[in-house]
Every structure is written in C-alpha cells, then in structure tokens.
C-alpha cells in the first residue's frame, strides 16, 4: 500500500507538470506514455500465443502523432480515418495470406489500435485548443475524472465492497467501488470546475462539467474493464511492473484513454 501511495504521488507531480506546461510539453509525455502502454499490450497478447501483425499500428501511430499537432482538426479527422483503414486492410491482407490464418490473430493483431493508438490521439488533439487555460481544465478533466473514479472505487470498493461488478472478469471490483467511483469521477469534475473558476478561465457552463463527470467516470471504469478483459485473457495480472504498486503505463492510462476520448469527443460539439 505504501509504494502504490508513494507512486501515485510521484506520477500525480508529473501530471500536474504537464498539465500546467502543456502544449509540446505534454504532447513529448503523454507520447512516451502511449508508445510504452502499446508495447505493453501487444506484448501481453503475444505472451498469449497470438501471432500478432503489429508493425501496421507502430507505422499508423508515428504519422497521426505529429499530423494531430500540426494539422487541423478536419484535416487530422481526414488523415485518422485513412490510417485506421490502411492498419485494417494491411494487418487483414497479412493475416489471411498466411499458411494457417487465424481470425483471432487479425482481431488481436488491431486490439491495440482501437484501445490505444486511437484513444490517445484524442487527448493530443485536445492540446490544439488555442486558449491555455481551458486546454489545460480539458486535459484535467480528461486525467482526473477516471484517476479519482479509480481511487474512490479503490478505497471504498476494498473497505465496503461485497457485491462483485463482473466477477468472471475482474474478480475484485464490487458494485459499491463502481458506484463510489463514479461519485468520485463527479468530484473531481466539479473540483476542476472550482479551480477554473477561480483563475478566471473561461468555460462552459457548469452542467457540462456533471455531464462530464457521469459520462466520464462510466467511460473509464469501461476502459479500466477492457483493460483487465484484456489481462484475464492473456493470464497476467499487471501489464508490467515499471510501476510500484501500480502495475505498467496500461494499468495507468486504461480508463485514462476512454474518459479522454469522451471528454475530446464532447467538447468538439457544436454546443459546448
């Protein structure tokens, strides 16, 4: 308990480092974070005895990145769907010409595609937003809506929890931890709210950040979910341990990248 207190610290410092530099700053670290969480998972599956196709990802993931920071957001929205296209149609095409194709190698072969190199292009686009202080209320939203779910459905979940969220997956997680997250998920978004609120940024109206907590907090428990699907499948318990007591970068940003995708997806609206 102590190491996991300690390294939540340590990466909360991090985080919070930056969030406040934001801009290029962010976009070298949160890149280091996504391209060690994509290793993770496909050396997970590989682990599994899947003969996975993965270089198509890498090649899709090194052209969004910079194409996300430079280009516009109907230009970038244009490059992504051709990438994840190409990614599809490669990865397929190697698959089944292969001596013994197996529809289970093509389907984990793009896994990680859709449940990393995607998600996480949603948080850089978010560092386009041209006013700072509302990209960086974005980007907190995005971090601290699934990171608070995660501690309160942590804490409370091991102290009250009784009735199991989805045993056959992911044995620990009760409906009370669920239920206490997304109270937490809620928390934060009004927390980060207040902050803005008190440095003047200019923001949407409250109910959007409720909005956000609820549909942020049910989106990050998803991906928290997907990811240990993921773990139960391959029969590991952590991603890696580069993390005390937290596990690996994927144990980290699983419910991350699904509550960002939410957040980027939402704040793109035309009402907002």
Not at 76 to 99: N, Q, Y
Not at 104 to 119: K, R
Not at 139 to 146: C, E, G, K, M, W
Request: charged share 10%.
């Amino acid at each position: 308990m102590t190491s996991r207190i300690i390294t939540g610290a340590a990466l909360l410092l991090l985080l919070f480092v930056a969030l406040y530099f934001g801009g290029w700053v962010f976009s070298l670290l949160w890149t280091a974070c996504v391209c060690i969480a994509l290793y993770e998972v496909f050396h997970a599956l590989s682990t599994a005895g899947h003969s996975l196709v993965a270089w198509p990802t890498w090649a899709a993931l090194i052209i969004a990145i910079p194409g996300f920071l430079l280009m516009t957001d109907v230009a970038s929205l244009l490059l992504l769907v051709t990438l994840v296209s190409l990614t599809l149609f490669v990865v397929s095409a190697i698959v089944m010409f292969r001596k013994e194709p197996r529809l289970v190698d093509l389907t984990m072969s793009v896994l990680p595609l859709f449940t990393v190199a995607l998600p996480a292009m949603s948080l850089l686009g978010m560092t386009r937003i041209e006013t700072i202080g509302l990209q960086r209320v974005l980007l907190s939203l995005a971090f601290f809506i699934p990171v608070a779910g995660d501690s309160f459905a942590f804490f409370i979940g091991s102290k009250y929890g009784k009735t199991k969220l989805n045993e056959a997956i992911s044995p620990k997680k009760t409906r009370e931890g669920a239920a206490a997250g997304l109270l937490g998920s809620l928390i934060a978004a009004v927390l980060v709210y207040l902050v803005g609120l008190a440095f003047r940024v200019h923001m949407p109206h409250f109910v959007n950040f409720i909005i956000l907590g609820i549909l942020g907090g049910i989106a990050g428990q998803i991906g928290d979910l997907l990811a240990s699907f993921v773990k139960r499948h391959c029969g590991i318990k952590d991603y890696s341990h580069i993390f005390p007591g937290h596990g690996g970068m994927m144990d980290r940003l699983d419910s991350i990248l699904f509550s960002g995708t939410l957040i980027y997806l939402y704040q793109a609206l035309p009402w907002l």
